[in-house]
């Protein structure tokens, strides 16, 4: 098993095939004082408001408890270490739970969308990668089994663990990140999946302006979808086409107003904030310092940031997403090593 200091130095660097020229690198993104401030305050919050059974939230479950390890883990904690690793212990033991409970698949009484399938394929192929327990190798190939076969003939993946009814980009660049996660960590994952994920993507792009669609072109051109669609063609190893380059145009334009608020707030600087680390220094010094001053100052008191959706999304949802935005300059996870 590889160490966390060997993950925190080169996770993502085979994220590209050999032929590739290498991505623009990021020189430096520094750490404001403020922002690791209320990551500590933010992390103590979240390990506060963890259930007996080792989950987060109310609802979503499954979905609450892979992002609080992923807020950890963006920070260096350790499952089984240090100052939070029985919180991270008692987490991954639900989500095995839950994978056990289902044949592999990721749900909660609450839930069984792929979204949380997704998520929780994502926190326990990090959390292979750095805690001393084997057996979640076989937990994480057997989720991503699932997702290969759920997968659509043209690349999309929707809402349930089968090909088969709605699907769309939010669903999508889970399915990506999940994969490239359990990638990284040994788990084999064909080429071509990821390859029909890129053009399944340039299809739902308005091929002017650069925007990413919901389910096909121009339904839905929010800034989330943006954020999505240009960090499908990242991960997925489309660094040089001009479907990437016009996506990163549009992202570039986003307005200024976006940054305190907008739809789907948490999740939308989530995607984008890798997508602008990904593509370099330009792009996530433009980022990266708007976000992370709005987030410093929408934290309560409490170290959280409140939830939403009428009680259904727990603070620890929205806490443990702005930890991971805030802790992009920690480069501990895939998601922030390029």
């Given at each position: 098993?590889?160490?966390?200091?060997?993950?925190?130095?080169?996770?993502?660097?085979?994220?590209?095939?050999?032929?590739?020229?290498?991505?623009?690198?990021?020189?430096?993104?520094?750490?404001?004082?403020?922002?690791?401030?209320?990551?500590?305050?933010?992390?103590?919050?979240?390990?506060?408001?963890?259930?007996?059974?080792?989950?987060?939230?109310?609802k979503y479950q499954v979905?609450?408890?892979?992002?609080?390890?992923?807020?950890?883990?963006?920070?260096?904690?350790?499952?089984?270490?240090?100052?939070?690793?029985?919180?991270?212990?008692?987490?991954?033991?639900?989500?095995?739970?839950?994978?056990?409970?289902?044949?592999?698949?990721?749900?909660?009484?609450?839930?069984?969308?792929?979204?949380?399938?997704?998520?929780?394929?994502?926190?326990?192929?990090?959390?292979?990668?750095?805690?001393?327990?084997?057996?979640?190798?076989?937990?994480?190939?057997?989720?991503?089994?699932?997702?290969?076969?759920?997968?659509?003939?043209?690349?999309?993946?929707?809402?349930?663990?089968?090909?088969?009814?709605?699907?769309?980009?939010?669903?999508?660049?889970?399915?990506?990140?999940?994969?490239?996660?359990?990638?990284?960590?040994?788990?084999?994952?064909?080429?071509?999946?990821?390859?029909?994920?890129?053009?399944?993507?340039?299809?739902?792009?308005?091929?002017?302006?650069?925007?990413?669609?919901?389910?096909?072109?121009?339904?839905?051109?929010?800034?989330?979808?943006?954020?999505?669609?240009?960090?499908?063609?990242?991960?997925?190893?489309?660094?040089?086409?001009?479907?990437?380059?016009?996506?990163?145009?549009?992202?570039?334009?986003?307005?200024?107003?976006?940054?305190?608020?907008?739809?789907?707030?948490?999740?939308?600087?989530?995607?984008?904030?890798?997508?602008?680390?990904?593509?370099?220094?330009?792009?996530?010094?433009?980022?990266?310092?708007?976000?992370?001053?709005?987030?410093?100052?929408?934290?309560?008191?409490?170290?959280?940031?409140?939830?939403?959706?009428?009680?259904?999304?727990?603070?620890?949802?929205?806490?443990?997403?702005?930890i991971l935005i805030l802790?992009?300059?920690?480069?501990?996870?895939?998601?922030?090593?390029?």
């Open positions: 098993m590889r160490s966390a200091l060997t993950l925190a130095l080169c996770l993502m660097l085979q994220l590209l095939p050999a032929s590739q020229p290498p991505a623009e690198r990021v020189s430096t993104l520094d750490l404001p004082p403020k922002a690791e401030l209320a990551i500590n305050r933010g992390l103590a919050y979240v390990a506060r408001v963890q259930n007996k059974d080792g989950s987060w939230g109310n979905t609450h408890t892979a992002m609080a390890l992923l807020a950890f883990m963006v920070q260096g904690h350790v499952p089984g270490e240090g100052t939070y690793g029985r919180s991270m212990d008692r987490g991954i033991d639900y989500l095995v739970s839950r994978s056990r409970a289902h044949n592999g698949y990721f749900a909660d009484p609450s839930s069984a969308t792929m979204y949380q399938h997704c998520y929780a394929t994502m926190a326990l192929a990090e959390a292979w990668g750095q805690a001393k327990r084997p057996e979640l190798r076989p937990v994480v190939k057997q989720a991503v089994d699932i997702l290969l076969r759920s997968q659509y003939k043209d690349g999309r993946w929707g809402y349930e663990p089968k090909p088969k009814g709605h699907g769309d980009t939010s669903v999508t660049v889970c399915a990506v990140q999940a994969l490239v996660s359990a990638k990284e960590a040994g788990i084999f994952v064909p080429d071509e999946v990821l390859e029909k994920a890129i053009k399944f993507t340039h299809k739902v792009q308005d091929p002017i302006e650069g925007h990413f669609g919901y389910t096909r072109r121009n339904d839905d051109e929010s800034t989330y979808r943006t954020g999505a669609g240009n960090l499908i063609l990242m991960l997925s190893g489309d660094r040089n086409s001009p479907q990437l380059q016009r996506g990163l145009h549009a992202l570039r334009d986003t307005p200024d107003k976006e940054f305190s608020k907008t739809r789907h707030y948490f999740m939308t600087h989530f995607y984008c904030v890798q997508a602008c680390y990904q593509a370099g220094d330009k792009d996530i010094q433009h980022w990266y310092p708007k976000i992370a001053q709005h987030l410093v100052g929408k934290q309560k008191q409490d170290g959280s940031w409140g939830g939403s959706d009428g009680g259904k999304i727990h603070p620890s949802f929205n806490t443990s997403v702005a802790g992009v300059p920690y480069r501990f996870l895939p998601i922030y090593q390029r």
